[in-house]
């Protein structure tokens, strides 16, 4: 079953999200050298600058140094284009790490970006999943109006994205959500997860909550990931987001 974190603004929604991974990197490095985690780009960005490097109770207890951050998925843009999830997290969040002790940082190798060719778009794509660890400690997820995450699509046109078994990381073409060519993590990589995180904020987001907590659509992708690894699944949204969910006891 899934856990659900519903927070007020007083609740301080990025706060409790950095306290979770702060207790997730010292479970890892009570047992490892290393913290591995992935993460979204979108809305989730902003709160992790809140809850890691702005509330400095919780920055000053994160070992940088020994975390390694991978990308759920990314858009093929180059690094400093502003549709960059890679782009976006060296803005909010690495370039305010002003001590030496830095995270290794695993970007898509944009030497390979070759403008709509195909063949490039797969070899960036396999490419990323050379780099992907086996299992990763920590996902850190988003949620799209449209039910997605990272990027995989609701929708029979992204159906190959949902029921791939093998291949870890996968070119995802013709995204709903611009821009159109992307790399996106598939579920084995979910599988073999320890811990995922949801984390939704806004009015926006409120038909798509009560789509996936009360109708339970297994056809959008976060609803499928609610049902398939449920037990290693906790959701920090806001009140607004959640405000049309009519079960409230998850
Ligand atoms: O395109 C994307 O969207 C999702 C959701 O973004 P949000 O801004 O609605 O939170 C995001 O998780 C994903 O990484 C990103 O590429």
Same mark, same amino acid.
């Given at each position: 079953m899934v856990t659900v974190y519903v927070h007020s603004e007083a609740d301080n929604l990025p706060k409790k999200l950095g306290q979770y991974i702060l207790n997730q990197q010292n479970k890892t490095l009570s047992r490892s050298n290393t913290f591995k985690i992935a993460i979204s780009g979108g809305s989730l960005i902003n709160v992790l600058r809140l809850g890691l490097i702005e509330n400095k109770n919780i920055s000053s207890k994160i070992k940088w140094d020994h975390w390694e951050i991978y990308f759920v998925d990314e858009r093929i843009? %180059? #690094?400093?284009? %502003?549709?960059s999830n890679y782009g976006a997290f060296k803005v909010a969040v690495l370039d305010n790490l002003?001590? +030496? @002790? $830095?995270p290794k940082v695993f970007p898509i190798n944009e030497s390979l970006i070759n403008n709509n060719n195909k063949s490039s778009h797969i070899k960036i794509a396999e490419d990323y999943e050379k780099l992907l660890p086996k299992q990763l400690d920590s996902l850190l997820l988003g949620c799209g109006p449209d039910g997605h995450t990272c990027s995989l699509f609701p929708g029979l046109k992204h159906k190959y994205l949902l029921e791939?078994?093998?291949?870890r990381v996968m070119w995802c073409h013709d +995204?709903? @959500? %611009? %821009?159109s060519d992307r790399i996106t993590i598939t579920l084995p990589v979910l599988n073999d997860s320890v811990e995922i995180a949801f984390v939704t904020e806004g009015e926006s987001k409120q038909s798509i909550m009560h789509e996936i907590?009360? $109708?339970?659509? #297994?056809? $959008?992708p976060t609803a499928l990931i609610n049902a398939l690894y449920g037990d290693k699944v906790t959701w920090f949204v806001n009140d607004k987001a959640f405000a049309k969910v009519e079960n409230k006891d998850i």
């Open positions: 843009v %180059p #690094l400093n284009h %502003p549709d002003t001590n +030496s @002790k $830095l791939e078994q093998t291949k +995204s709903p @959500k %611009p %821009p907590f009360d $109708l339970k659509d #297994l056809n $959008l």
